[in-house]
């Protein structure tokens, strides 16, 4: 990722980072660096976890080029920022965005910055997908209602068994 389109969005006066934060591109908690390794890594021999040998792995699509904008401080993320980043993908013509966040309640199209950017993703033949919200408080609650929007959501079975002796 390139330090460059961050400091644009600074520069741009729609960024301004934390106290606690730092003016980098960087991933704080891994959690892009996984999205981007599920996605497209190459072949990796003898990869293993927790001393589990695994063999040989890849990502699902290892000759994909992927760009990683960086849009939120910490836990802060302004709807301008979100919408700049929309704007720096569309204007570098990518043609998927995946959006790895969203709010914890469901907005109205017209004020929710991720249904926004992905609007005009959409007009411009670029398919989004976002997280559909995994808090709650049902099985089937979703943050995200945009039409346009393709959403993805973490499902768990949570199976308890017990055996009487």
Known sequence: MQSSV???AIERGLAKPPATCCNSPRDINGHWMHIVFTAA??????ANMYDLELGTTRGGVPLVHIAVYKSCWNEYCSDADILATFDDAIAEGVDIISVSMGGNSPQHYFRDPIAIGAFHAIERGISTSNSA?????NFFTTTNL????LSI??????CHTSTDW
């Open 153 to 158: 959501e973490l499902g768990q079975k949570v």
């Open 146 to 149: 945009s039409p346009w929007l």
């Open 133 to 137: 919200g995994n808090g709650g408080p």
């Open 6 to 8: 961050l400091n644009h």
């Open 41 to 46: 890594c190459g072949l990796v021999s003898q």
